[in-house]
C-alpha cells in the first residue's frame, strides 16, 4: 500500500529540514482534517513526524485541527500533550494528560506513556524552581510517583525506573524526604547493560551516575555518544544533556560533569536539529576536558571528540560586536589579514551592516569593541582602526587593539570547491544570537544552494548573529553570514524562492576586496 501523498511530502520536507515547507504542508494537512479528507490514520503519523524534529509550534496547529475535528483518540491527545511540555506550556499539559489518562488501558503502552509524560510534566515544574516549598515538594513527589508506577508495573520498562532513581536523588539533594519505595538501581543497570540499543546505553550510563560509579558512568555515556543507529539524534542526545543538567545538576566545572557533559554535547553537535549554547569561558572549559577524555577514549574513537575539539577551537576566534557600554550588535571573528589581500597580521572580520565607516545605521569603527567569550579573560578589546571592506560583500575588516595571540581561522582556499546540494552538506554557525552567549546554530543547518558569490542554508540565525563565520562540516571556513530571508531567490538551479539564511563565500569576498 502506498502511503499517502501528503504524509510522504510532509516526512519529505522534516527529513531535508525545510520548515518553511513543513509548516504549509502542516497548515494543508489541517484544512483537509477540518473539511474531512483526512483521517486520523493520517493525522497520527504526521504528528508524530513534525515531533521529532522538535517543530512544537506546527505540532500544535496541527494538533488543533484534528482535536477541533473530533479526531480525539490517545495517540493525537499524547502527541498534543508532549508539545504542550516541550514548547514550555507545562501547566497547561499536566490537567490534559489527567484527563487523558482515564481513556487508557491500565498498564498497556498507551497508559505507561502518558503516565511518563505526566512524570515528565511535574519533574519540569520542580526544576524550572519557584513558588511554594510545600508544592514544590507535591510536584516531585508526583513526578516520582507517575514513574514509579509505570515500572512497578513492568520491570522491563527501564526508562520510568532511571527517572524515578534520579527524581528520588534530586528531591535528596535539596533536603526533601520523599520516603517513597527504594528502586534496585543495580538490577536496573545489569540489565540495561546486557541491551544493545541506544536509549539502554542512557540508561546504564545514568544508572552509574546514580551508584557514584563516575568512571563506570562515563564508558557508558561515551557508547551512548558513539551510537549510529537511527534513533541516535539530536532529540535523544538533548534530552539526556538536559536531564543530567537540570535533575542531576551536573557543571562543566567539576566531575562527573566535567566529563560527561562534553560528550553528550559532542554528540549532540554531530547531529543534525539541535543547537548548542556556551556561557563565558564554556567553551575553554569544554577544550580542556575533551583533550582530558581523548586521552580516556582515544582520539581515534568513534566518538567525535576530536571534531568537537576543532570546532571548540574555532569559537575561540569568535567573538560579539558590541559598544563600549556592553551593547551587542553581530558577531566577529579573527581571520589573517594575508589571507584576504590585506597587510595586517591579524583582523577581525564582520558584516558592512554591523561596522562601517559610512553608513549612519551602524557602528563607526572607533565606537567599535569586540569580547571573546571563549577566552574571557582578555576582557573588552577596542577597535582601532577600519582596515578595509566592500558594502557589496557586506564585509568589514577591523583593526583591533589586543589580538596578539589569538589564533586566527585559517583560510587559504583560492576556489571553495562546495559540495553539491543534493548530497544533503551541512554547515555550521558559531555567534552571538539576541547578543547573548556564544552559540553553535546547527538545527535544520543544511546548506541548500550557492554560486560563485552566495551560500544559502538552513542552520537559523537571529539578531546578533550577523558577521558570524559559516562552516562546511568539517569545520573550514567557507562564509560570512549576514542575513536571510523568507523569500530568497533559489540558487539550486531551480526557479522561484525558498526560506533561508544566506552567507558571502569567503573567496568572493577576497576577490572583491582584492579589486
Keep these: 500500500m502506498n502511503p499517502d501523498p501528503r504524509l510522504k511530502a510532509l516526512k519529505d520536507a522534516c527529513e531535508s529540514f525545510d520548515r518553511a515547507e ?8 489541517g484544512e483537509d482534517i477540518r473539511e474531512g479528507k483526512a483521517s486520523e490514520a493520517l493525522a497520527v503519523p504526521a504528528l508524530k513526524t513534525v515531533i521529532r524534529k522538535r517543530w512544537f509550534d506546527i505540532v500544535l496547529s496541527l494538533g488543533d485541527a484534528a482535536l477541533e475535528s473530533g479526531l480525539t483518540s490517545e495517540a493525537v491527545r499524547r502527541v498534543y500533550a508532549q508539545a504542550l511540555i516541550d514548547s514550555g506550556h507545562v501547566d497547561a499539559a499536566i490537567p490534559y494528560l489527567r484527563a487523558l489518562l482515564p481513556d487508557t488501558t491500565p498498564r498497556s503502552h498507551a497508559h505507561n506513556e502518558v503516565s511518563g509524560l505526566i512524570g515528565r510534566a511535574y519533574k519540569q515544574l ?68 546486557k541491551e544493545n540499543s541506544v536509549w539502554s546505553r542512557a ?41 543530567l543538567v537540570e535533575v542531576w545538576q551536573l557543571t562543566d566545572d567539576r566531575s562527573p560533569g ?9 554528540a549532540l553537535l554531530a547531529k543534525q536539529g539541535g543547537r548548542i549554547d556556551l556561557s563565558a569561558g564554556a567553551a575553554t572549559r569544554d577544550l580542556a576536558n575533551v583533550l582530558r577524555l581523548e586521552k580516556v ?31 551587542v550588535w553581530g558577531t ?48 573588552s578589546m577596542q577597535c582601532v582602526d577600519y582596515a578595509g571592506g566592500n558594502a557589496a560583500v557586506d564585509a568589514t575588516f577591523l583593526e583591533v587593539k589586543g589580538l596578539e595571540g589569538l589564533e586566527p581561522i585559517p583560510f587559504e582556499s583560492e576556489d571553495l570547491d562546495l559540495p553539491e546540494t543534493s548530497d544533503s ?24 544552494g550557492h554560486d560563485d558569490a552566495r551560500v544559502h542554508y538552513r542552520a537559523p540565525t537571529e539578531g546578533g548573529s550577523s558577521g558570524s ?41 577576497r576577490a572583491v576586496c582584492r579589486g
Aim: net charge negative; charged share 20%; proline share 4%.
Design 258 to 266: 566535567s566529563e560527561l557533559l562534553p560528550l553528550l554535547r559532542a
Design 203 to 243: 540508561i546504564a550510563g545514568e544508572a552509574a551516575l546514580a551508584m557514584g560509579d563516575y568512571a563506570l558512568a562515563r564508558e557508558w555515556y561515551g557508547n551512548y555518544a558513539a551510537s549510529e543507529e537511527a534513533d541516535a539524534d539530536a532529540f535523544e542526545f538533548g534530552s539526556s544533556l538536559r536531564q
Design 297 to 327: 577514549f582515544g582520539s581515534d574513537a568513534t566518538l567525535p571528540l576530536a571534531w568537537y575539539k576543532l570546532g571548540l577551537k574555532r569559537s575561540e576566534s569568535v567573538c560579539s560586536i558590541r559598544t563600549e557600554s556592553g551593547r
Design 126 to 193: 520542580y526544576v524550572n524552581g519557584g513558588g511554594d516549598p510545600a508544592l514544590r515538594r507535591d510536584n516531585i513527589l508526583r513526578a516520582f510517583n507517575a514513574y514509579y508506577d509505570v515500572y512497578a508495573g513492568n520491570s522491563e520498562l527501564r526508562w520510568q525506573g532511571i527517572n524515578a532513581i534520579a527524581v528520588e536523588m534530586r528531591a535528596r539533594r535539596d533536603k526533601i524526604n520523599l520516603n517513597v519505595p527504594h528502586l534496585p538501581t543495580q538490577k536496573i543497570f545489569e540489565e540495561a547493560a
Design 22 to 29: 513543513a509548516a504549509t504542508l502542516a497548515t494543508n494537512l
Design 425 to 448: 552538506p551541512r554547515v555550521y554557525v558559531i555567534g552571538h544570537p539576541h547578543g547573548g552567549g556564544l552559540s553553535f546554530s546547527l538545527q535544520d543547518n543544511l546548506m541548500v
Design 332 to 379: 566577529g571573528f579573527v581571520v589573517r589579514g594575508a589571507d584576504f589581500g590585506l597587510p595586517q597580521e591579524l583582523l577581525i572580520l564582520t558584516n558592512d551592516h554591523v561596522v562601517s565607516k559610512s553608513s549612519r545605521d551602524t557602528l563607526r569603527p572607533n565606537q567599535a569593541w569586540v569580547m571573546f567569550e571563549g577566552v574571557p579573560e582578555r576582557g
Design 469 to 509: 563565520p559559516v562552516f562546511d562540516a568539517d569545520w573550514n571556513l567557507i562564509a560570512l553570514h549576514h542575513g536571510g530571508g523568507h523569500q530568497l531567490q533559489r540558487l539550486d538551479g531551480k526557479d522561484g524562492f525558498y526560506e533561508a539564511n544566506e552567507g558571502f563565500r569567503c573567496d568572493h569576498i
